[in-house]
T-cell receptor
């Protein structure tokens, strides 16, 4: 089974702290994504990466950065956490390429619920 | 934003009844997917329908796609209490690696 693992299920941080959210997938997927989920707003894409060291901004990148130094790991960084970044953060991965593996399916982690006080 | 929208936002039915959720989107797509999310958990893929398909079945799930109306529906037949969850549609953005999710339908199935 594909597994996407997010390092922390629950985090509580203070305003101004630097926050790292880690995500690891074990299926050799090229694509990795970070979404945030808020009530009434659904899932909004923060950043995605289609290869090592490659990244592209999603719809709401402000206040966030990402790092992809290895294919299996995609990190989301909040340089200076603010209260409006309190949210559920979801990491996902998918295969990109030809053949039967290219189903378009996204595989999600269990989510990291971040509270910024 | 190209975000899709699900309708209704919330749905409450009795066990054994059918549940229908709708999704509308704004741009041309290659495929549309439906996902399920149990409370406080990650999303789980249910079914994918390609733009050249009109209907697809998987167990108790039936998905339809009308590209002329830019809409899709998810039907869950003979619902069970365990189907209680939020359901999201997701569309790919042509020419990119991105997927856009709707705001979801919260389904509650009463035993």
């Amino acid at each position: 089974d594909v597994k996407v693992t997010q390092s922390s299920r629950y985090l509580v941080k203070r305003t101004g702290e630097k926050v790292f959210l880690e995500c690891v997938q074990d299926m050799d997927h090229e694509n990795m994504f970070w979404y945030r989920q808020d009530p009434g707003l659904g899932l909004r894409l923060i950043y995605f990466s289609y290869d090592v060291k490659m990244k592209e901004k999603g719809d709401i990148p402000e206040g966030y950065s990402v790092s992809r130094e290895k294919k299996e790991r995609f990190s989301l960084i909040l340089e200076s956490a603010s209260t409006n970044q309190t949210s559920m953060y979801l990491c996902a991965s998918s295969f990109w390429g030809r053949g039967a593996r290219n189903t378009g399916e996204l595989f999600f982690g269990e989510g990291s619920r971040l509270t910024v006080l | 934003s190209q975000q899709g929208e699900e309708d209704p936002q919330a749905l409450s039915i009795q066990e054994g009844e059918n549940a229908t959720m709708n999704c509308s989107y704004k741009t041309s797509i290659n495929n549309l997917q439906w996902y399920r999310q149990n409370s406080g958990r990650g999303l789980v893929h249910l079914i994918l329908i390609r733009s050249n398909e009109r209907e697809k079945h998987s167990g108790r799930l039936r998905v339809t796609l009308d590209t002329s109306k830019k809409s899709s529906s998810l039907l869950i037949t003979a619902s069970r209490a365990a189907d209680t969850a939020s359901y999201f549609c997701a569309t790919d953005v042509q020419g990119t690696y991105k997927y856009i999710f709707g705001t979801g339908t919260r389904l509650k199935v009463l035993a």
